[in-house]
């Protein structure tokens, strides 16, 4: 199982959510190619509902703490409800290149 796919596994188990994707960005970066650093993350969940972006984004950090600790360098967080996704048209967020990556 990939790094990507074992992220995704992840998600689905602790956020049960209506859509996620796992994107690896570790190109874009300073890096290398083909390493394991860099992720962003677009998690659609019910679980996000009654709580602040702060609180989201330390939910998924707590999820992947051994991750960060142990390869992987920073994730590019983008956390809705529903009705968040739903209002921003269901747009997927793009990422700027690193500045090091010679991109």
Known sequence: ??????????IHAEF???FATVENE???????????SHFKLVIVSDVFDSMRK????????????DDLQNGIHALALHLYT????KS?????????NCRGSGL
């Not at 199982?1 to 992840?10: C, N, R, T």
């Not at 702060?54 to 703490?65: G, I, P, S, T």
């Not at 921003?88 to 700027?96: A, Y």
């Open 88 to 96: 921003l048209g269901e747009v997927f967020p793009t990422s700027p």
């Open 1 to 10: 199982m990939s790094k990507q796919q074992e992220l995704l596994a992840k």
């Open 82 to 85: 529903k009705e968040e996704w």
């Open 54 to 65: 702060v609180q989201r984004h330390q939910k998924v950090y707590q999820l992947f703490a």
């Open 26 to 36: 570790s190109h874009m970066h300073s890096s290398g190619r083909g390493a394991d």
């Open 16 to 18: 049960q959510p209506h």
